[in-house]
């Protein structure tokens, strides 16, 4: 069965980085766009990033451009994080979600655009 597993996340001061991975199984892991999604508490989902099924195209929401950076190992089936930069309004619950449709990049936090999600990762940023 597919199975989408973030770890990485944790408790970051203002201004430091942490690395997100989600390690992907069950599906053809290249195949597919994948996104993150967030869920900061009292709020609804907010898209963060997406990147093409190879990698090739990547898209970041304004509020974390220049900062964030998606990328993926087809060949480990993983997809990444890098948050640099990190303010207090990153804290968040972080998902990994699969595009349902293939070879398309969605840049909506919209549950129908995706067809798996991960169980999600803590971010905390705080001094």
């Known amino acids: 069965q597919v199975q989408l597993v973030e770890s990485g996340g944790g408790l970051a001061q203002p201004g430091g980085s942490l690395r997100l991975s989600c390690a992907a199984s069950?599906?053809?892991?290249?195949?597919?766009?994948m996104s993150w999604v967030r869920q900061a508490p009292g709020k609804g989902l907010e898209w963060v990033a997406g990147i093409y099924k190879d990698g090739t195209d990547t898209y970041y929401a304004d509020s974390v451009k220049g900062r964030f950076t998606i990328s993926r190992d087809n060949t480990k089936d993983t997809l990444y994080l890098q948050m640099n930069s990190l303010k207090p309004e990153d804290t968040a619950l972080y998902y990994c979600?699969?595009?349902?449709?293939?070879?398309?990049?969605?840049?909506?936090?919209?549950?129908?655009?995706?067809?798996?999600w991960g169980q999600g990762t803590q971010v905390t940023v705080s001094s």
């Open positions: 069950g599906f053809f892991f290249s195949a597919y766009a």
């Open positions: 979600a699969k595009v349902k449709s293939q070879g398309v990049v969605v840049a909506s936090s919209a549950p129908y655009e995706y067809d798996y």
